[in-house]
């Protein structure tokens, strides 16, 4: 088995990329007060900053702060995972237990970069919300309804048209 080695830096800034094991369903945003909620709640008892995210329909991007002197995202995630994954068991969508009794949600692991510096960040900031136009979700970065996009445009970080024609924010990231 492979053995994951997890860079583990107390109070550091990571970029994830969490995705559905059926990459062909749309649970995230058909079903996106589950998600929320158990974002919010997980939030409630192990602090982290979310500071960038986008959600698609079967995966999603994002940029923690966690507090300082803790590094244990892997936590987070598997409680926000499991959260979301009992709630949707409740809805409509039919989804399947695994052999251990685990629903088939989530795709087991969940890719995790360490953010270096300012112009990382920047990069992977952008990279978040250009994305729904990346997957022709969308023709531009405002027409997405579930993008930190708009909380940087209410502050003012970022103009309403950002984006363009995103010709230059791809570059160097995969999915």
């Not at 244990?72 to 995630?77: C, D, G, I």
């Not at 969940?110 to 990346?134: C, G, L, M, S």
């Not at 363009?164 to 924010?169: A, C, L, T």
């Amino acid at each position: 088995m492979v053995q994951y080695r997890r860079n583990l830096v107390p109070g550091a800034t990571y970029f994830f990329t969490v995705t559905l094991r059926d990459r062909k369903a749309d649970f995230l945003v058909r079903h996106i007060p589950l998600l929320r909620e158990a974002f919010r709640s997980v939030r409630g008892q192990q602090l982290f900053m979310i500071d960038a995210i986008v959600i698609l329909p079967d995966h999603l991007h994002c940029i923690w702060t966690l507090p300082p002197g803790d590094a244990n995202y892997s936590n987070r995630w598997r409680r926000i995972k499991a959260q979301y994954s009992r709630e949707l068991a409740d809805t409509d969508a039919t989804i399947r237990q695994n052999e251990k009794g685990e629903y088939d949600v989530w795709q087991r692991r969940f890719w995790e970069h360490t953010v270096r510096d300012e112009r990382d960040f920047q990069a992977h900031v952008d990279y978040i919300h250009y994305n729904p136009v990346k997957h022709g979700l969308v023709e531009r970065v405002r027409e997405w309804p579930y993008s930190s996009f708009h909380r940087f445009v209410r502050q003012g970080w970022l103009g309403v048209d950002w984006g363009g024609d995103g010709s230059s924010i791809d570059e160097g990231m995969g999915e």
